[in-house]
């Protein structure tokens, strides 16, 4: 047995159905990205006062909820999708845009419902090695760029049911089997044909005409749950809760002020809507691969961010909350932010 590097070290995510109930990963379910672990393990020591002591003589293992970080590029068909539809909860079986050409989208919606599915994670820890977290929860994940052209960052906040250092359904062997359906996936990476549009709540479907330059956008959802240590007459922890709402903002960075125009919006707490559109290769010759991510309602609560800080030409940024609209907004499909991706799975990344 010997340590193997992080490039060597094989992962894998899939979907789970039972909290506490590992899956086997492997083809398809490949995962390349950072993982950072916490197990946010508490210690019981008894009290000392009275007994003469000098020091503990014992102290044991209290709880153990594990959560886990990734960060990751953020693919059409790397994984994190099945991570952002984990979190959201409703993704429907994908439709074909042109029949024969395996483009395939899929719409990934916010479900009231927490945690219909759990996805299970696992890497390769050494030569023979491995460690597994049976089932995990997405509370949060965020997508970024800061660059144009630039590859979109993705990270993800995950709760877990518990760790396994000896799991028999993802050993080393097991996670060697993990593939990507697409060989090498496509990354998403931002250009300067994409598009990010926006106009107010209550006008129109969004479209090129509501084009508005930005040089970088950071999007981040949160769904806070939490993991409740009880007696119920069966190992591990239940199933995590909601511990708040759900929320999100949306900021982005414009390359200088040209006009008040956002001033004014943000004075008036006029509501808006939005989307961002990136598009990626064909697929055969059919539709392109594609991402969106589509805000329904949001608002500028804080005013638009400009200082006169550099001596050159100075930045805009402007920094949205996120808000569940009343009724679907014209060419949205609904009242909460959701995505598109239009890639070649042909079954539900919640399958």
């Known amino acids: 047995m010997a340590s193997i590097t992080g490039a060597q070290s094989k992962a894998g995510v899939k979907i789970a159905s039972t909290w506490g109930t590992a899956v086997a990963c492997g083809a398809g379910n490949s995962f390349a990205g950072e993982i950072s672990p916490n197990f946010n393990v508490t210690e019981l020591a008894a009290r000392q006062i009275g007994s003469g002591a000098y020091m503990l003589s014992t102290a044991t293992r209290g709880a153990l909820v594990p959560t886990i970080s990734l960060t990751a590029d953020l693919g059409y068909r790397n994984n994190c999708d099945v991570l952002i539809a984990q979190m959201m909860g409703t993704s429907a079986a994908p439709t074909e845009q042109n029949v024969g050409q395996g483009d395939y989208l899929h719409q990934i919606l916010f479900n009231t419902t927490l945690n219909a599915k759990y ?30 052209p630039g590859y979109l960052d993705f990270t ?75 007696i119920k007459g069966s190992a591990g ?25 956002y001033y004014t919006i943000w004075s008036a707490e006029t509501t808006r809507k939005a989307g961002v559109v990136i598009q990626g290769t064909q697929i055969g010759t059919g539709d392109n691969k594609q991402l969106s991510i589509v805000l329904p309602r949001m608002i500028l609560v804080t005013e638009p961010q400009y200082t006169l800080t550099d001596p050159g030409t100075n930045t805009l940024a402007l920094n949205f909350r996120l808000l569940k609209a009343a009724t679907n907004p014209t060419g949205m499909a609904s009242t909460y932010p959701y995505f598109e991706i239009t890639n070649t799975l042909s079954t539900s990344l919640l399958a």
Do not use: M, W
């Open 156 to 230: 993800a906040e995950l709760v877990a049911s518990g760790v396994n250092f000896s799991s028999s359904t993802n050993d080393f062997s097991d996670l060697n089997s993990c593939t990507f359906t697409e060989g090498t996936p496509e990354l998403v990476a931002v250009d300067y044909s994409d598009n990010f549009i926006t106009n107010d709540q209550s006008g129109g479907a969004v479209s090129s005409g509501d084009q508005y330059n930005i040089t970088g956008f950071e999007l981040a959802l949160n769904r806070p749950q939490e993991v409740i240590p009880e």
């Open 119 to 148: 996805v299970t994670l696992a890497y390769q820890s050494s030569s023979a090695t491995s460690i597994e977290f049976p089932t995990c929860a997405v509370q949060s994940f965020g997508i970024a760029t800061t660059s144009i």
């Open 237 to 261: 922890n239940s199933a995590p809760v909601a511990s708040d709402l759900f929320d999100g903002t949306f900021n982005v960075t414009v390359k200088e002020l040209a006009d008040h125009a």
